[in-house]
């Protein structure tokens, strides 16, 4: 369906134009949506950051999320959660262990700045795709609560079943393709490697350099 995220953040871009030129806050569920969201932004304008969120994963199952944790501590449990053997102690414990790899994360990404206030802007939140929806869920509610002037989810692979889930949350939904067969995310991409946090940081990293540029240089032209 898509050649690599390079062409699905394109792709997307096309979809969100609409926003291009109002400052956009384009936010990417890291690892994979980080080189998206850049290019994004680099179409759009704006600013681009990431939001933390972490999956809970299921007893046995790893790669079965069971539900998700924000950067704020919330918590989003799947209904069938308890079907996969997952009791209150190992939420808990697992919740835990998912909050000190966002610690660390939020430490490394971005290390000599907060976060970027959503107060007021359009905010766009951007994967690589949908499966269950938890973390996309557990990200949606962050930022709701951080008052955006609009909160966007966009995507460019989903399950239809999914989709209707995290459309309660947004204030506008944008998926490519919501095919029947589904059963991951890394099968709608003939290249979908894995990013390294190396890889992420180096992308926030060049992304707050060449806007650090910009100001410089309208400051500079302003000036004579």
Sequence with gaps: MFLDRT????????????YRGKNPLVLAIPRGAVPMAKIIT????????VVLVRKLRAPFHPELAIGSV???GWTYIADYAASTGADNE?????????????????AQYT????????????VIIIDDGLATGATMISALHALRDR??????????????????KVAELADELVCLEVPEDFQAVGQ??????????????????????EKQNNRFQTHVFGWQ
């Design 7 to 18: 062409e699905a953040a394109n792709k997307l871009a096309e979809k969100l134009l609409v």
């Design 42 to 49: 680099e179409k759009l304008g704006g600013s681009i950051d």
């Design 70 to 72: 924000n950067e704020s």
């Design 90 to 106: 190992y939420i808990q414990r697992e919740k835990l262990a998912q909050m000190d790899v966002i610690k660390s994360r939020r």
């Design 111 to 122: 290390p000599i700045r907060p976060s970027i206030d959503p107060k007021g802007r359009i």
């Design 147 to 164: 008052k955006p002037a609009k909160l966007i989810c966009a995507v460019p692979v989903s399950p239809a079943e999914t989709l209707e």
């Design 188 to 209: 709608f991409y003939a290249n979908f490697p894995q990013l390294g946090d190396d890889e992420v940081m180096q992308i926030l990293q060049s992304a707050q350099s």
